[in-house]
């Protein structure tokens, strides 16, 4: 009985498999296949970053600034803190928002400067707080569209060391109020508003030219559902978004920490030293560790 002939492949290769149920075809083809059924059309969309911001004047997209000089020379007129921020999901039936700020001197003790609220302090009414967004603003979006009310809850003075204080707040739309936010946008929370009060002359309170530094330690986006509510706790930038200088204080490593006392920013706070041509870039950075 003669033998089946067997067909020799081509010279320089092996025989090539194919595809179960498809008829042999050429490699380059059934590597194309193959790569189509591997890789993805495109490639997944990355979220938009989510987080706190803080700025003196404006919101950071209309041109807020990061430090605040004041020459300490006049009793009148006042400073804006603008508190923002950036989500980086869809967050329907929003209802309000739980703020926490905090205060670091570049000092052993807080000034009497930054002494607000609590009876005895030296510019007991200095502090105050609005919803109100600017008019000029393009960049910035208000969440609550003016329907909100609030107030600051607490400054707690050495709350967690002596050259530190803690603004609690809250804001809130009414029920049939209630508000969605989207990816991208950097909405407007509040402002904190700083009097220039008891600056100079008779009865002024001392430290308005120390070094502080003021950090957006924590949002809370509340809903009806309290396992909806979200929180914020990371610069909207991944880097420094969200702390401010006052009169060139630079916030110094700041990071969280989870102790007895909870979960808090630590961080230093003092004037960066300018660089000069004999210093090295090395101790610069340092200061940044």
Same mark, same amino acid.
């Given at each position: 009985m003669p033998r089946a002939r067997r067909t020799r492949p081509a010279e320089g290769r092996p025989d090539a498999p194919t595809l179960p149920g498809l008829p042999a075809v050429h490699r380059t083809l059934r590597l194309a296949l193959a790569l189509a059924f591997l890789s993805p059309a495109c490639p997944p969309a990355r979220a938009a970053p989510g987080g706190v911001i803080l700025r003196w004047s404006h919101c950071r997209a209309d041109g807020g600034t990061q430090n605040r000089s004041f020459a300490c020379n006049t009793n009148l007129g006042s400073e804006r803190l603008v508190c923002s921020w950036q989500t980086d999901a869809t967050i329907a039936n929003v209802s309000g928002s739980e703020v926490t700020v905090d205060v670091r001197a570049d000092a052993s003790a807080l000034p009497l400067w930054w002494q607000f609220k609590n009876t005895g302090t030296c510019r007991l009414t200095a502090l105050g707080m609005n919803l109100t967004a600017d008019d000029s603003w393009t960049g910035c979006v208000d969440q609550w569209s003016g329907l909100a009310s609030g107030g600051i809850g607490a400054y707690s003075i050495g709350l967690l060391?002596?050259?530190? /204080?803690?603004?609690?707040? #809250? /804001?809130? +739309?009414?029920? %049939?109020?209630?508000? =969605? #936010?989207?990816?991208?946008?950097?909405?407007? &929370?509040?402002?904190?508003? &700083? %009097?220039? &009060?008891?600056?100079? @002359? %008779? @009865?002024?309170?001392? @430290?308005?030219? =120390?070094? +502080?530094?003021?950090?957006? $330690?924590?949002? #809370? +986006?509340?809903?009806? &559902?309290? /396992?909806?509510?979200?929180?914020?706790?990371?610069?909207?930038? @991944? $880097?420094? %978004?969200?702390?401010v200088g006052w009169q060139g204080g630079v916030a110094q490593n700041p990071r969280i920490v989870c102790d007895a006392d909870g979960c808090n920013y630590h961080f230093g706070c003092w004037v960066a030293p300018v660089s000069t041509r004999g210093s090295g870039w090395g101790a610069v950075k340092a200061l940044f560790r």
């Open positions: 060391a002596p050259n530190m /204080a803690r603004i609690r707040a #809250v /804001a809130a +739309v009414p029920q %049939s109020a209630l508000f =969605t #936010v989207e990816p991208g946008i950097e909405y407007f &929370v509040c402002n904190f508003t &700083v %009097s220039h &009060v008891k600056t100079m @002359g %008779s @009865g002024a309170c001392g @430290g308005c030219t =120390t070094p +502080v530094c003021l950090l957006f $330690a924590k949002l #809370v +986006v509340t809903t009806p &559902v309290a /396992a909806n509510n979200r929180v914020f706790n990371t610069p909207a930038d @991944g $880097a420094s %978004s969200h702390w």
